[in-house]
């Protein structure tokens, strides 16, 4: 079973209609998938998928109200169960160690072909742990700079995650990582390549462990939400920066076009997929399952990957480029046809005005972000 953790540095960037998505595609391709909602805080990916009247759920199998096999549902699509989450629930944002360990020993006992995990935002470490239960796991971001800085942020958190748990308590390194925690800025400050010599002078039996386990740690990227080609160029801002200073390469699973069809599957309970299997997003979300299949059982030594992680940024590069062609000769058609009304032509226009205030509100943000940034020594 391939586990596939779904993640986001901030939230709204769609993680969850991707994952849906995913789920779907890759049942329509044959493969068994167990799709479970983990984002505990707000759940609520029962309706993507146009679940409705859902009584139980994550929360109710871990206060004991229902066994484990009651709350996985059938979707009604294709190869597709789901396990859904409890936004209902108090207190189960954050799982207590005994909680995750049993919730992860049932998720483990599937037969599906793919354990899709749909994580919630941010860098809480009950997401950073579902997160490393797979070295390959996807974090979406979009082109905006507190969503690609949030997705670096939560690429080093990962980094020290995996790095602190390979320590025990009582060892030397686990003792230099409890001095490192009290001093917040030094920490945030340090580069992973100088880290591991320094606990490897201090305790290399267990930095050993840890480079084991960190040399197949090859997490994977997607842009979504994109408007043009050059947001696509986000990508490579956050591989260098993760090359540099977490001494990591990703790959690149490709490039999402922003496309307000997907408000209309969702308002009309359907996966856009479902909804419009034909539209450009449905198509980008394909290609990115058809990567996922071709890559299933790889391994890569660590020239092959620098080289297919190269590929994979091209790829998506190219791709990016074919859709907008696509996308701009699409809108020419409706335009050049007559086939948009004043009506719809004045919403494309109030939807872009409200991008625009939008990305102003943003904007208001961004000086105290990229100083917080700075400052932890990150360059994007």
């Known amino acids: 079973m391939q586990i596939i953790p779904v993640a986001s540095g901030k939230g709204g960037v769609g993680k969850s209609l991707f994952s849906a998505n995913l789920a779907i595609a890759l049942g329509q391709a044959g493969k068994k998938v167990l799709l479970a909602d983990l984002d505990l805080g707000a759940s609520n990916l029962h309706l993507v998928l146009g679940i409705q009247g859902k009584k139980d759920g994550i929360g109710t199998f871990l206060t004991k109200s229902s066994e484990f096999k009651d709350i996985i549902i059938d979707t009604g699509y294709e190869n597709v169960q789901f396990v859904p989450g409890d936004s209902e629930i108090p207190g189960f944002a954050a799982l207590k160690i005994y909680q995750r360990n049993a919730l992860v020993k049932e998720l483990l006992k599937s037969e599906a072909d793919f354990l899709i995990l749909d994580l919630g935002a941010g860098t809480h470490l009950g997401i950073l742990d579902f997160f490393l239960m797979s070295p390959n796991g996807i974090i979406i971001t979009s082109p905006s700079v507190t969503a690609t800085l949030d997705a670096y942020i939560f690429l080093k958190n990962s980094v020290f995650r995996m790095m602190n748990t390979s320590f025990p308590v009582k060892s030397k390194g686990g003792a230099f990582f409890e001095k490192l925690k009290q001093d917040a800025k030094s920490m945030q400050r340090l580069y992973i390549p100088s880290l591991t010599e320094e606990l490897n002078k201090i305790d290399p039996k267990n930095t050993e462990k840890f480079l084991k386990k960190f040399c197949h740690f090859k997490p994977r990227l997607i842009m979504n939400m994109i408007s043009d080609p050059k947001d696509g160029d986000k990508a490579s801002k956050i591989r260098r920066s993760a090359k540099q200073y977490l001494n990591i390469d990703i790959e690149h699973l490709g490039v999402i076009y922003k496309d307000s069809i997907q408000d209309t599957a ?48 091209l790829s998506a590069e190219a791709e990016a480029e074919t859709d907008f062609k696509s996308k701009m000769s699409y809108l020419d058609e409706l335009i050049g046809g007559e086939v948009l009304s004043a009506g719809e032509m004045s919403e494309i226009i109030k939807s872009q005005q409200f991008e625009i205030t939008a990305l102003k509100n943003e904007n208001l943000l961004l000086k105290s972000k990229i100083l917080k940034a700075a400052k932890a020594g990150f360059v994007l």
Not at 268 to 288: E, G
Not at 289 to 297: F, G, H, M
């Open 266 to 313: 969702l308002s009309s309970r359907l996966p856009v997929l479902v909804y419009k299997p034909q539209a450009m997003i449905s198509q980008a979300i394909f290609r990115i399952a058809d990567k996922i299949l071709q890559t299933e059982n790889d391994n890569y030594t660590e020239e092959e990957f620098e080289e297919f992680a190269n590929y994979s940024f």
